[in-house]
């Protein structure tokens, strides 16, 4: 079974930085289609970014501008660098796979938890 493992949560004021890492061992890696998910207290899970197999990016309004969702093929994982934190980044972060070959898998989930 493959397993996704996030890491890179945590406490951070308001206007910090964090980078979330989701090592994603689904081959073959170069056809994955990548993003991250966010799911806060009392609200709907909702796409934060994603990148395809192409390189194409996509990201929610609220984030634009300040988080870039990049890939490492050669290490198989894909992060998220989050940059101007507000206290309403405040969620669980989930990492999602999709493989034409292999479907779709999810990650545990990590917290992000931002302070004013």
């Known amino acids: 079974q493959v397993e996704l493992v996030e890491s890179g949560g945590g406490l951070v004021q308001a206007g910090g930085s964090l980078r979330l890492s989701c090592a994603a061992p689904v081959s073959p890696f170069s056809f994955n289609d990548m993003g991250w998910y966010r799911q806060a207290p009392g609200k709907q899970r909702e796409l934060v970014a994603r990148i395809t197999r192409g390189g194409t990016t996509n990201y929610a309004d609220s984030v634009k501008g300040r988080f870039t969702i990049s890939k490492d093929n050669a290490n198989h994982t894909v992060y998220l660098h989050m940059s101007s934190l507000k206290p309403e980044d405040t969620a669980v972060y989930y990492c999602?796979?999709?493989?034409?070959?292999?479907?779709?898998?999810w990650g545990q989930g990590t917290q992000v938890t931002v302070s004013s």
């Open positions: 999602n796979v999709q493989n034409p070959y292999r479907g779709t898998y």
